[in-house]
């Protein structure tokens, strides 16, 4: 059974550095093809792509975000850890990890964590 | 404003059958695999669609996809009131070299 789960702050003021970890278990980051995402969704609003990470250590950003964030794995504790620098209040929303699938599908997703940004 | 273009609503009764659009360009869909998922209130996305048309173990043959040039589709038939949910599709975008989600469609079961 594979399961993701993640972890954090769940209150952080504006400006601050916001790391989240994602450590997941039923899979290995070291298997070829293998990568893992973070999604956040805003209360209310869609879902964004923000960042992912593949099995090779490559990595992707959302051209939006890119100076603001850093994707980064530990293959040895089964876990991938997000940074974004500099948040703001517009960035208060529920950020997801899921583990990527062959061909660029997320499953299964974690139960996410809702991350506030608030002085 | 996604990359992709969701109808944000579609509505239909138990027991019929809705169809739900997304539309990308020749730099995401028109080239990559197409994924669907479904979300409840309060929970996380689940996969039901992937590589345009193959459905993950356990997610009812109700549950179609199919794409063509920069479009795709999520087709649901034989509707039931638990179908009620958010539904966006996702795709590779090669010249963002990144991930694109749709702006989600909400559907109703009436």
């Known amino acids: 059974q594979i399961t993701l789960k993640e972890s954090g702050p769940t209150l952080v003021n504006p400006t601050q550095t916001l790391t989240l970890t994602c450590t997941f278990s039923?899979?290995?980051?070291?298997?070829?093809?293998?990568?893992v995402v973070w999604v956040r969704q805003p209360p209310g609003k869609a879902l964004e792509w923000l960042a992912l990470?593949?099995?090779?250590?490559?990595?992707r950003y959302s051209p939006s975000l890119k100076t603001r964030l850093t994707i980064t794995k530990d293959t040895s504790k089964n876990q991938v850890v997000l940074t974004m620098a500099n948040m703001d209040p517009e960035d208060t929303a529920r950020y997801y990890c899921?583990?990527?699938?062959?061909?660029?599908?997320?499953?299964?997703w974690g139960q996410g964590i809702l991350v506030t940004v608030s002085s | 404003q996604s990359v992709l273009t969701q109808t944000p609503s579609v509505s239909a009764a138990p027991g019929q059958k809705v169809t739900i659009s997304c539309s990308g360009s020749d730099f995401n869909i028109g080239k990559n695999y197409v994924s669907w998922y479904q979300q409840f209130p309060g929970t996380a996305p689940k996969l039901i669609i992937h590589?345009?048309?193959k459905r993950p173990s356990g997610i009812p043959d109700r549950f179609s996809g199919s794409k063509s040039g920069t479009s795709a589709t999520l087709g649901i038939t034989g509707l039931q009131t638990g179908d009620e949910a958010d539904y966006y599709c996702a795709t590779w975008d090669n010249s963002l070299s990144a991930g694109v989600f749709g702006g989600g469609t909400k559907l109703t079961v009436l």
């Open positions: 590589d345009n048309d």
């Open positions: 990470i593949y099995w090779d250590d490559d990595k």
């Open positions: 039923g899979f290995s980051l070291d298997s070829g093809g293998m990568g």
């Open positions: 899921a583990r990527r699938g062959s061909v660029n599908w997320y499953d299964p």
